[in-house]
């Protein structure tokens, strides 16, 4: 392998790249578990781990909490000596009471962003599970570790920086996306850095700076890791693996997807996001999709205006029904032309 390894505090990944979080159900332990098997870190995504409970719609916080617990055991069980993580969204309710479980089943790291996750250090402290919060700009990296150092006397075990070709939600303005689609974000990694640097120095610890993306390829990797990041975190060429845990119909989408079908979404969080255009994006776009049930799940959202649900756009994904659902996909999805493997995908990037 031509890469080092990333170390974060004292765990150690082989391969310096991060399985990013995917909700919902998207990585799960079946996706987590074979990439910290592969010498990755693994990453379950605590939005609503507990879709497939059969008690899911009637208790959904107990069937997440039972989910998350059961899909870390999981996950663990498939790489024993694997670095496994749980991405907890702080936008949701039971944030405090999903990074606790998180951490008392055994989490490694806990990934953090959609927000700034203020108070996620007095909700790991007196354990050995590491924080890394996942943001997007200098300013909001000075923000929040201003705040942790303040509050909490401490500072982050990693960061992770989200760039504007990333899936999912983004933490940036449609304007900002199609200003640094033309390149230039390179500039606010150089600023991050400084901004986590000053905090190695007062607290005299390495803080590793990971970037995600858009990371595609092994040429993608080192370049950012020749701009002195630690390491990358990558979500949607994780999609088109067997192992992924989404339907095999949410994973083809990815495989028939042009450039031209990429797309930014308003998302009922009140964020941009990005999506493949399917039936489902337009009828969005043309009016409200009245929900039939509330999840009680974002603090942000209500019923009442929300332009549609966007657990149940995320449950139908995950599920396959990919005409009446919200294809989160990142900005090079299109370029996926096959399913492959974790560990083929792993030594593809690294060998
Ligand atoms: C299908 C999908 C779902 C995602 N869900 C989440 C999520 O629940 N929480 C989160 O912090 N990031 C989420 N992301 C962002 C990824 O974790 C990752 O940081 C980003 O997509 C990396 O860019 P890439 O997909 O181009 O590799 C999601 C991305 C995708 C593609």
């Given at each position: 392998?031509?890469?080092?390894?990333?170390?974060?505090?004292?765990?150690?990944?082989?391969?310096?790249?991060?399985?990013?979080?995917?909700?919902?159900?998207?990585?799960?332990?079946?996706?987590?578990g074979?990439?910290?098997?592969?010498?990755?870190?693994?990453?379950?995504?605590?939005a609503?781990?507990?879709?497939?409970?059969?008690?899911?719609?009637r208790?959904?916080?107990?069937?997440?909490?039972?989910?998350?617990?059961?899909?870390?055991?999981?996950?663990?069980?498939?790489?024993?000596?694997?670095?496994?993580?749980?991405?907890?969204?702080?936008?949701?309710?039971?944030?405090?009471?999903?990074?606790?479980?998180?951490?008392?089943?055994?989490?490694?790291?806990?990934?953090?962003?959609?927000?700034?996750p203020?108070?996620?250090?007095?909700?790991?402290?007196?354990?050995?599970?590491?924080?890394a919060?996942?943001?997007?700009?200098?300013?909001?990296?000075?923000?929040?570790?201003?705040?942790?150092?303040?509050?909490?006397?401490?500072?982050?075990?990693?960061?992770?920086?989200?760039?504007?070709?990333?899936?999912?939600?983004?933490?940036?303005?449609?304007?900002?996306?199609?200003?640094?689609?033309?390149?230039?974000?390179?500039?606010?990694?150089?600023?991050?850095?400084?901004?986590?640097?000053?905090?190695?120095?007062?607290?005299?610890?390495?803080i590793?700076?990971?970037?995600?993306?858009?990371?595609?390829?092994?040429?993608?990797?080192?370049?950012?890791?020749?701009?002195?990041?630690?390491?990358?975190?990558?979500?949607?060429?994780?999609?088109?693996?067997?192992?992924?845990?989404?339907?095999?119909?949410?994973?083809?989408?990815?495989?028939?997807?042009?450039?031209?079908?990429?797309?930014l979404?308003?998302?009922?969080?009140?964020?941009?996001?990005?999506?493949?255009?399917?039936?489902?994006?337009?009828?969005?776009?043309?009016?409200?999709?009245?929900?039939d049930?509330?999840?009680?799940?974002?603090?942000?959202?209500?019923?009442a205006?929300?332009?549609?649900?966007?657990?149940?756009?995320?449950i139908?994904?995950?599920?396959?029904?990919?005409?009446?659902?919200?294809?989160?996909?990142?900005?090079?999805?299109?370029?996926?032309?096959?399913?492959t493997?974790?560990?083929?995908?792993?030594?593809?990037?690294?060998?």
């Amino acid at each position: 392998m031509d890469f080092p390894s990333l170390h974060i505090g004292e765990l150690c990944a082989r391969v310096p790249i991060i399985q990013g979080g995917m909700g919902i159900g998207i990585s799960l332990s079946s996706l987590a578990g074979a990439v910290a098997k592969a010498g990755g870190i693994g990453v379950i995504s605590a939005a609503q781990p507990g879709y497939q409970e059969e008690d899911f719609f009637r208790n959904s916080y107990g069937a997440n909490e039972r989910a998350l617990a059961k899909h870390l055991t999981r996950a663990r069980e498939i790489a024993p000596d694997g670095v496994i993580g749980v991405n907890v969204m702080c936008r949701g309710h039971h944030y405090a009471e999903y990074v606790k479980c998180a951490v008392k089943n055994g989490a490694d790291i806990i990934f953090s962003g959609a927000g700034l996750p203020k108070t996620l250090p007095s909700l790991v402290e007196g354990t050995k599970t590491k924080i890394a919060p996942i943001i997007s700009s200098a300013k909001a990296a000075s923000v929040l570790l201003h705040l942790w150092e303040r509050h909490h006397h401490r500072t982050a075990d990693a960061v992770v920086i989200e760039g504007p070709k990333a899936g999912g939600h983004l933490g940036y303005t449609r304007e900002e996306v199609a200003m640094w689609g033309n390149g230039g974000y390179e500039e606010q990694i150089g600023d991050i850095l400084k901004v986590v640097h000053s905090y190695e120095e007062k607290f005299k610890k390495k803080i590793p700076v990971i970037f995600g993306g858009g990371v595609f390829d092994k040429a993608d990797i080192s370049h950012y890791l020749s701009l002195g990041l630690a390491g990358v975190q990558m979500a949607t060429r994780f999609v088109a693996t067997k192992e992924c845990d989404a339907a095999d119909a949410f994973k083809q989408m990815y495989v028939n997807a042009h450039k031209e079908d990429i797309t930014l979404v308003n998302s009922p969080v009140h964020m941009t996001g990005r999506a493949i255009r399917n039936a489902f994006v337009t009828r969005a776009e043309k009016g409200r999709i009245p929900p039939d049930h509330c999840f009680n799940c974002l603090k942000t959202c209500n019923p009442a205006t929300t332009p549609y649900c966007i657990t149940m756009a995320l449950i139908r994904a995950v599920k396959g029904d990919v005409d009446n659902a919200l294809i989160f996909c990142g900005a090079n999805a299109w370029k996926i032309n096959e399913i492959t493997t974790v560990p083929a995908l792993i030594h593809e990037l690294t060998e």
